[in-house]
C-alpha cells in the first residue's frame, strides 16, 4: 500500500530525515518511536504533503498504491487528504475553530468532500460520533472545542479522520496529550478501526510500551535515522541496539511486572 524509498528531508538544506525506507501493508500497524527530534513526525507530514516552511523530500520516493506521491498536484493533494490518507492530530482540540460548535465543523468536513445537503452532513458526522462511542451526540454537536474534555476532543478528531474510511491513517503523538486510562481507550479504538476498515496505520510516539502493545512492526528513529526496525517479538526479544534499550529501560514497571 504504502512504500518510503530511501526518503531524505531537508530543511534549508540541512538534512532533518536521512535515508528513510518503510514498506506498509493493508491493516498493517507501524509505530516510528523515538525521542523528540529524532524526525519522526517529519516522516509522516511528508506523506501526506504537509511539511512546513522550507521543508521538501530532496531525495528517495513515496509511493502510495504504486503512485508517487511527490508528483502530486494541489488538486490531486485536495483530493486524497481526508479521503483515502487522514492525519491524527497529538491534540485534536488544537486543530479545531474554537469559534465553531463541533456540529459545524463537522458538516462543513463532510461537505468540503461530498456534494451533501446540511441536515445529511450533520446526521452522518453524528454517527460516526456514536461509533466512537461518545453518548448525548446532540450535546457534542452544539458544543464548542474548549466545552469537550481532551479524550472527547481526541475522538471527535479521529472521527473526522475516519468518516471516509481511509486506506492509511497517520497518528501524531494521538494519545500523550491525555490521561493513562483514556490513553487505554484511544488505543483499542484505534485497533478496533483497523480491525473493522482494514485501515493502515503509521503512528508517532514517545512511548514504546504503547507501541510495543498495538504495532505489528516498529521503527526505532535517532537524529533522523533508524536505529532499529523490525516485528514486535524482534524488537523486543532479539538484539537492537543501546539506544533502543534505554528507550525499553524507560518503561515503568507496574508491580514489578514489566509489559515490553
Not at 538534512?15 to 493493508?26: A, G, H, I, R
Amino acid at each position: 500500500m504504502l512504500e518510503i524509498k530511501n526518503m531524505t528531508v531537508c530543511y534549508q538544506d540541512r538534512p532533518t530525515v536521512k535515508n528513510f525506507s518503510l514498506t506498509l501493508e493493508q491493516g498493517q500497524i507501524v509505530s516510528l518511536v523515538g525521542e523528540s527530534g529524532s524526525g519522526k513526525t517529519t516522516v509522516i507530514r511528508a506523506v501526506l504533503g504537509l511539511l512546513p516552511g522550507s521543508g521538501k523530500v530532496t531525495e528517495g520516493d513515496i509511493l502510495f498504491e504504486g503512485t508517487s506521491l511527490l508528483q502530486n498536484t494541489p488538486e490531486q493533494w485536495r483530493s486524497l487528504r481526508g479521503t483515502d490518507i487522514s492525519m491524527i492530530f497529538q491534540d485534536s482540540g488544537a486543530m479545531l475553530n474554537p469559534t465553531k460548535k463541533i456540529g459545524s465543523l463537522f458538516t462543513e468536513y463532510i461537505r468540503t468532500h461530498e456534494k451533501i445537503s446540511r441536515k445529511e452532513a450533520w446526521k452522518k458526522g453524528a454517527g460516526m460520533l456514536e461509533r466512537m462511542r461518545l453518548a448525548d451526540l446532540d450535546n457534542i454537536m452544539n458544543s464548542y472545542p474548549f466545552q469537550l474534555s481532551g479524550g472527547m476532543r481526541q475522538r471527535v478528531g479521529i472521527a473526522m479522520a475516519m468518516i471516509y474510511e481511509p486506506k492509511l491513517l497517520l497518528a501524531d503523538e494521538p494519545t500523550s496529550a491525555l490521561d493513562v486510562t483514556t490513553q487505554a481507550q484511544i488505543v483499542r479504538q484505534m485497533m478496533e478501526l483497523r480491525d473493522e476498515y482494514g485501515t493502515s496505520i503509521i503512528m508517532v510516539t514517545h512511548n514504546l510500551g504503547v507501541a510495543a502493545y498495538m504495532s505489528d512492526f516498529l521503527v526505532v528513529m535517532k537524529n533522523g535515522e533508524i536505529t532499529d526496525s523490525g516485528t514486535r517479538e524482534q524488537l523486543l526479544g532479539g538484539e537492537h541496539s543501546c539506544y533502543a534499550q534505554q528507550l525499553l529501560d524507560a518503561v515503568p514497571s507496574v508491580g514489578g511486572e514489566r509489559y515490553v
